[in-house]
């Protein structure tokens, strides 16, 4: 039987690059998801990553945008991991109120013999370190940050371990990336795809609020609240678990319809896309300022052919000064 699927009318569907925000009202659930394509694409081949590399980044920026998205003030979140494996750093960073920009660092060498070796999974090549996830609101404001222990998990696990520590939230999420092949002029092409989705426990009725939030119980409350009893987060639960990880990057199912196959029986209320673009901050008035505040030592130091050459991590572009223009300030 054919699968039926929802008229979604004037509303149409979000498509790539845009994070969907949702609600499933009998539930008590709210949540976020996205499938990411051409932007994806774009910031993983200007890099030329090896593929695990860029396996790794394409998660790290589905969970960016998922978390970024949900910021409602002009700001920053921060995604980035410091860890002894040969993946030893990724950042991804998100600016409202749409710009994403990744990079990662990586012992080539080490990645090499690993994957040689058949060694190639999340746990072996981020090793152990730390996922630090920040918010930053900008200048005279403090920044948040959480910090999870990066041991032998993926950064799925890592995520959820997050939100089970620092957050007062029960949340659940999913995160799936793949190099598909996609037709094109002169012949099909790989492109990367990745797709995620996440949904938090939110109950609105005092019936329905979690006891252990009131300060002066016993034990620690986050443990609880993280896993309630309550038969709608054990349904959503249950639900998440029957996602396929082609569904969260299939270009044909798409954010909504894959809500609309999770929750057709509650009813999903799904809302305007947010878009996210392939976007660094970097500028050439933002590096002459930081090379205004280096001594002259440092700028001797800096010059290579006569010039200082300077490449964004993020975005790759190069900026090139004069040595003079920054020794006769000095």
């Known amino acids: 039987m054919a699968e039926?699927?929802?008229?979604?009318?004037?509303?149409?569907?979000?498509?790539?690059?845009?994070?969907?925000?949702?609600?499933?009202?009998?539930?008590?659930?709210?949540?976020?998801?996205?499938?990411?394509?051409?932007?994806?694409?774009?910031?993983?081949?200007?890099h030329d990553y090896p593929e695990?590399?860029?396996?790794?980044?394409?998660?790290?920026?589905?969970?960016?945008?998922?978390?970024?998205?949900?910021l409602k003030f002009e700001g920053k979140f921060i995604l980035q991991t410091r860890t002894d494996g040969p993946v030893d750093m990724l950042v991804a960073d998100f600016s409202t109120p749409s710009a994403?920009?990744?990079y990662a660092r990586?012992?080539?060498?080490?990645?090499?013999?690993l994957t040689a070796a058949g060694e190639?999974?999340?746990?072996?090549?981020?090793?152990?370190?730390?996922?630090?996830?920040?918010?930053?609101?900008?200048?005279?404001?403090?920044?948040?940050?959480?910090?999870?222990?990066?041991?032998?998990?993926?950064?799925?696990?890592?995520?959820?371990?997050?939100?089970?520590?620092?957050?007062?939230?029960?949340?659940?999420?999913?995160?799936?990336?793949?190099?598909?092949?996609?037709?094109?002029?002169?012949?099909a092409r790989e492109q990367?795809?990745?797709?995620?989705?996440?949904?938090?426990?939110?109950?609105?009725?005092?019936?329905?609020?979690r006891v252990p939030d009131l300060p002066g119980g016993?034990?620690?409350?986050?443990?609880e609240i993280h896993d309630p009893v309550d038969n709608s987060w054990q349904e959503l639960l249950a639900l998440l678990g029957t996602i396929e990880p082609t569904e969260l990057i299939d270009p044909t199912i798409g954010a909504e319809r894959l809500l609309y196959r999770l929750f057709h029986e509650h009813g999903v209320r799904v809302f305007g896309g947010v878009p996210v673009a392939d976007q660094c901050s970097c500028s050439k008035e933002k590096i002459r300022g930081?090379?205004?505040?280096?001594?002259?030592?440092?700028?001797?130091?800096?010059t290579e052919d006569g010039g200082i050459h300077v490449a964004c991590e993020f975005c790759s572009k190069q900026y090139d000064f004069d040595p003079a223009e920054f020794t006769a300030a000095q």
């Open 4 to 46: 039926h699927q929802p008229k979604l009318g004037e509303f149409g569907y979000a498509g790539d690059d845009h994070v969907v925000p949702f609600e499933v009202g009998p539930l008590d659930v709210r949540g976020r998801t996205v499938q990411l394509g051409p932007m994806l694409d774009a910031i993983l081949s200007r």
């Open 52 to 70: 695990p590399v860029a396996r790794l980044l394409a998660e790290a920026c589905v969970l960016t945008v998922l978390l970024g998205t949900s």
């Open 100 to 102: 994403l920009r990744a």
């Open 106 to 113: 990586f012992d080539a060498d080490r990645l090499e013999a």
């Open 120 to 187: 190639s999974s999340q746990q072996t090549l981020l090793g152990s370190g730390v996922l630090a996830l920040t918010i930053d609101q900008g200048a005279h404001t403090q920044r948040y940050q959480g910090i999870v222990q990066l041991d032998g998990e993926t950064l799925e696990e890592a995520a959820r371990t997050y939100f089970r520590q620092s957050e007062q939230i029960p949340t659940d999420l999913r995160l799936s990336v793949a190099k598909l092949l996609t037709p094109g002029i002169g012949g």
């Open 192 to 209: 990367w795809r990745a797709g995620g989705i996440l949904a938090q426990f939110l109950p609105q009725s005092p019936e329905r609020m």
């Open 218 to 223: 016993d034990g620690d409350p986050r443990d």
């Open 290 to 302: 930081i090379l205004e505040g280096f001594s002259a030592d440092e700028i001797r130091d800096s």
